[in-house]
C-alpha cells in the first residue's frame, strides 16, 4: 500500500511562499491523480488541488491564480508551490490519492499523510 508524507510546511507572513511536497513510497504515483485539501480548526477538509497523471490542473477558486500543483515522477512526488499566501491559507494541508468520486471531494481520496501545518500571519 502506498503511503503518502506531506512536508514543507512553515510559519510565514502574508505575501510569502511555501512549497509543500508529498513523497510517496511502496509504489509508484505516476499513474495517480493526487489531490492536495486542506483542514483548519473546527472547519472541514477542503479541496485546494488535484493533478492528474497526465498533469492537468485543477485548483479551487480561492488559490487559483496563487498555488501551483506539480509533479516529479522521477522522484514519486507532487508538489504544491504556493505564493502570495494569505493569513485564509492558514490549515493543516493533505494529501491524497483520488480512488472513486468527484476530484474535489475529500470522500473521493484515500491514502491520506499525516499533513503538513501551515500558518500565515497578517
Known amino acids: 500500500q502506498v503511503q503518502l508524507v506531506e512536508s514543507g510546511g512553515g510559519v510565514v507572513h502574508a505575501g510569502g511562499s511555501l512549497r509543500l511536497s508529498c513523497a510517496a513510497s511502496?509504489?509508484?504515483?505516476?499513474?495517480?491523480?493526487m489531490g492536495w485539501f486542506r483542514q483548519a480548526p473546527g472547519k472541514e477538509r477542503e479541496f485546494v488541488a488535484t493533478?492528474?497523471?497526465?498533469?492537468?490542473?485543477y485548483y479551487s477558486d480561492s488559490v487559483k491564480g496563487r498555488f501551483t500543483a506539480y509533479r516529479d515522477n522521477a522522484k514519486n512526488t507532487v508538489y504544491l508551490q504556493m505564493d502570495s499566501l494569505k493569513p485564509e491559507d492558514t490549515a493543516i494541508y493533505y494529501c491524497?490519492?483520488?480512488?472513486?468520486?468527484?476530484?474535489?471531494?475529500?470522500?473521493?481520496?484515500?491514502?491520506w499523510g499525516q499533513g503538513t501545518q501551515v500558518s500565515v500571519s497578517s
Open positions: 511502496g509504489g509508484t504515483i505516476s499513474s495517480e491523480t
Open positions: 491524497g490519492i483520488l480512488r472513486i468520486g468527484p476530484y474535489d471531494r475529500a470522500t473521493a481520496y484515500s491514502d
Open positions: 493533478i492528474r497523471w497526465s498533469d492537468n490542473t
